[in-house]
């Protein structure tokens, strides 16, 4: 089992900055996969970017250039550091996890940017 806990959402202005983490319940460099999702209403929910136990990365088209995902093992907390944040980027955004067949989603924290 993995809990997972997110913070560091708000209202942002576009062309702004924020840095969203997520605590997990146990060491996260004994988890395989962790990522970021974001979903707005009445959309399905959509891969942000993800980094897996060797550090590989992976970005949405829409935010390469712009996010960074990094993980702290020794704080068992990954991040996505959004920079140059745009309208469309406002989603509730959801720190996930994924280890031996399960996957974890935590509840979510709002990011909102103002045009």
């Known amino acids: 089992q993995v809990q997972l806990v997110e913070s560091g959402g708000g209202l942002v202005q576009a062309g702004g900055s924020l840095r969203l983490s997520c605590a997990a319940s146990r060491s996260s460099s004994s988890i395989n996969y962790m990522g970021w999702y974001r979903q707005v209403p009445g959309k399905q929910r959509e891969l942000v970017a993800d980094?897996?136990?060797?550090?590989?990365?992976n970005y949405a088209d829409s935010v390469k250039g712009r996010f960074t995902i990094s993980r702290d093992n020794a704080k068992n907390t990954v991040y996505l550091q959004m920079n140059s944040l745009k309208f469309e980027d406002t989603a509730v955004y959801y720190c996930?996890?994924?280890?031996?067949?399960?996957?974890?989603w935590g509840h979510g924290t709002q990011v909102t940017v103002s045009s």
């Open positions: 980094i897996k136990s060797g550090s590989s990365t």
């Open positions: 996930a996890a994924s280890d031996v067949g399960s996957f974890y």
